[in-house]
């Protein structure tokens, strides 16, 4: 399935020399955030941006190798450390900076329920690399207002999870990974752009959110029956263990086979509205 921490961080380079908040790197075509990222020789001047993801490949696209994995390391941490650094050092830092990372920070469970507050980054690959592109973030003292987004998958048209999924759906094909059993946390893109606009305009808001729906608790079987329900077809084949791993490889499977049950209890106290709270408008919106 798609996940944010999959890919190499791609990156554009138009001037932060703007009064409007702003968000860095290239976002997915319809997302309705800002966008824009300091240059790597530039001096941040805007009122406020962030450290975002584009849209990357879908998961199987690319081998899992050891060149593959320090390009998706690289391009996070040497990225987000330039542009940290150039914010440490403006003359007049942005009011706030905000980083997009992933929820992959916390451990698989079947039963655990993690919110903001909840003990992860420690356990395999994805998980430090969320440890270390957050610390690649943080700025020095408090005269910028620092948040992380710590977004599920990414539902929205024209790629990722959902593009890469519509076709077996269509045909009837489609089914849950695996046991379907493991959690499917997940948000629709227009959200996660609400997030981050939020998090940059709303003074108040610092720390981590979870970029998650509030009804994100469901399972990967749930989601390919709310999928399949909103195409008008069975989505009942599933797709096994041995066939994911043979496929994808044992470290990128577990991204796949395993999941979590994520909250955002603090996105919801920093008084963020969901759009699409349920999984089955989000569907709904963006098959239509």
């Known amino acids: 399935m798609y996940s944010l921490l999959h890919e190499p961080f791609r990156v554009a380079t138009p001037s932060l020399n703007s009064a409007r908040p702003t968000i860095g790197a290239r976002f997915p075509k319809n997302a309705c955030a800002k966008k824009a990222v300091a240059e790597s020789s530039g001096r941040p001047e805007a009122n406020s941006c962030a450290g975002a993801l584009g849209p990357g490949r879908y998961a199987g696209s690319s081998g899992w190798n050891e060149a593959f994995q320090k390009e998706v390391i690289s391009s996070r941490l040497e990225t987000t450390h330039m542009m940290a650094t150039a914010i440490a050092k403006a003359p007049q830092p ?26 992860g980054g420690d356990f395999d690959f994805f998980s430090n690399l969320v440890t270390k592109w957050e610390a690649a973030a943080r700025l020095p003292g408090d005269s910028t207002r620092q948040v992380v987004v710590r977004s599920g998958v990414v539902l929205g048209r024209g790629g990722g999870a959902i593009g890469h999924m519509l076709l077996p759906f269509r045909l009837g094909l489609g089914g849950p990974i695996g046991s379907g059993h493991q959690f499917f946390p997940w948000i629709h893109i227009g959200d996660l752009a609400g997030i981050l606009v939020h998090a940059l305009e709303a003074s108040h808001v610092q720390g981590v959110l979870n970029g998650v729906a509030p009804a994100s608790a469901t399972t990967n079987a749930e989601f390919a029956r709310a999928l399949g329900a909103a195409l008008g077809r069975p989505a009942f084949i599933p797709f096994p263990s041995t066939v994911v791993r043979a496929i994808f490889g044992q470290e990128r499977a577990i991204m796949l086979l395993e999941g979590q049950k994520v909250v955002p209890r603090r996105t919801l106290a920093a008084g963020y509205q969901y759009s699409f709270p349920e999984l089955g408008v989000a569907l709904k919106e963006i098959i239509a």
């Open 94 to 119: 942005p009011q706030a900076w905000v980083l997009v990372t992933g929820v992959a920070y916390y451990q698989p469970s079947l039963t655990a329920e993690y919110d903001e507050d909840s003990p």
